[in-house]
């Protein structure tokens, strides 16, 4: 059995000492020893290859870290409800492929099944935020995509992460998925062709990782264990730890009467700041405790959101840890740019092509998130984007005419000028000399 031995660490944390000698089994309360155990003795007889396919997993705080705990930790919660809300917020357009580009398909169902219901029991932005926090807290998302007889898709149905099970169907002539689907009322297989496997980082052909399993346990565990003991903390009136100090000898009954009743009359919330302290026969009160600022509670949490920030690959400041400068660019168009390439986009990569190669069986279609759509709450933002896609004197040719941009805004178009993209006069043409128009002229004869 591997042991954390707390007070063996170069500078050991008395916030993690004090919490692990108030939790019985992982901590010796002779004093004897101070060391948090293995978190994965706290479920007795449990085999931990079965604790890690369920995703639970050990931290060095002696917390026992799933999905499910983790996201009581307010950090995680918000990392994910970032990434899920980023990815709900983001509509999906259908494409077409052709000679003069690429044109947008209006009248496809897909678009409703995508941006507004996939299927009767949800929303497509609850069905989206569903995919989300199973990638990242559990390392792989699904959903069953429902056909009609004539292989048309009909519904797609979110499917919890433990209800889905994967084996590999290999053979000498092919190398797919089978996956096993309980949905509380029956069990049944579905083809690859028909499910929807959106994986998290470091895919090895049947499973995502966690970012919980993999990056945030540690971190996720030491903030779980953080936030009881600051509640047990303040629980007991944010005083510090008193000793009685009598210069008298006193036997146990009186000791332990004397403990109870200043427990009963200073102890709590409730009793906080309420009465006086008062002392007699010689008693001394003494505080021998460390704040919570004393013994860097504060300092440390602040480096648990931090460590939960870098795990996700969410900007602190967007979670609400201001306190440190951020290297991710200044201002609201910069950090927002900074957290869709760095952050979103390997998400949204990996959906979009799980999408298109079990939706299309050619290249002429496909299915693409509309990334600017983040730009709406930012008008200084959009404003300059339009601005530069108009072109005019002075910036260019544009790529986008006045009816594109009104449409983008869901106005109706205005045609005529406003239809056409700008293209600048040529510079050459307009500065060169005028012809002249002798030039053609016979030169007349010599006078005789």
Known sequence: ????????????????????????????????????????DVIKG????????????PSAAGMTVTADSAMRVSAVFACVRIICGALASLPIHLYRRGPAGRERVEDSSLWYLLNEQPTPRYMAASHWEAVGTATQLRGDGFTFIGRSRSGAIR??????????????????????????????????????????HFPGFGFDGLHGMSVIQYAARNAAGTAMAMDEYSGRFFAQGAHPSIVLESPNKMNPDLIQTLQSTFAEKYSGMHNAHRLPLVLTEGIKANSISLTAEDAQLLDARKFQVVDIARA????????????????????????????????????????????NRKFFRTAGLYLEFNRDALLEGDSEAQAKLFRAALGGPGAGPGWMSVDDVRKVKNLPPEGGRCAS??????????????????????????AA
Not at 327 to 341: D, K, L, P, Y
Request: hydrophobic residues 35%; charged residues 25%.
């Open 1 to 40: 059995m591997t042991t954390f031995n707390l007070e063996a660490r170069r500078q050991p944390s008395r916030v993690l000492s004090e919490w692990a000698a108030g939790r019985p089994g992982f901590a010796d309360r002779a004093g004897v020893r101070n060391d948090v155990t293995d978190s994965r």
């Open 46 to 57: 449990s085999d931990p290859r079965l604790l890690d396919l369920f995703g639970i997993g």
């Open 155 to 196: 519904e797609l149905v979110p499917l919890p992460w433990g209800g889905v099970r994967r084996e590999r169907d290999q053979t000498e002539t092919s190398d797919r998925i089978k996956y096993y689907v309980q949905d509380g009322l029956r069990t049944f297989g579905v083809d690859q062709d028909d499910m929807l």
């Open 312 to 355: 996700f690959g969410v900007p602190p400041h967007l979670i609400g840890e201001t306190s440190a400068s951020t290297s991710w660019g200044s201002g609201i168009e910069a950090m927002g740019r900074a957290f869709v390439m760095f952050t979103l986009q390997p998400h949204l990569t990996r959906i979009e092509q799980e999408l």
């Open 421 to 446: 993209v700008y293209f600048p006069p040529d510079k050459a043409a307009a500065t060169s000399d005028p012809k002249d128009p002798n030039e053609n002229q016979q030169t007349p004869p010599a």
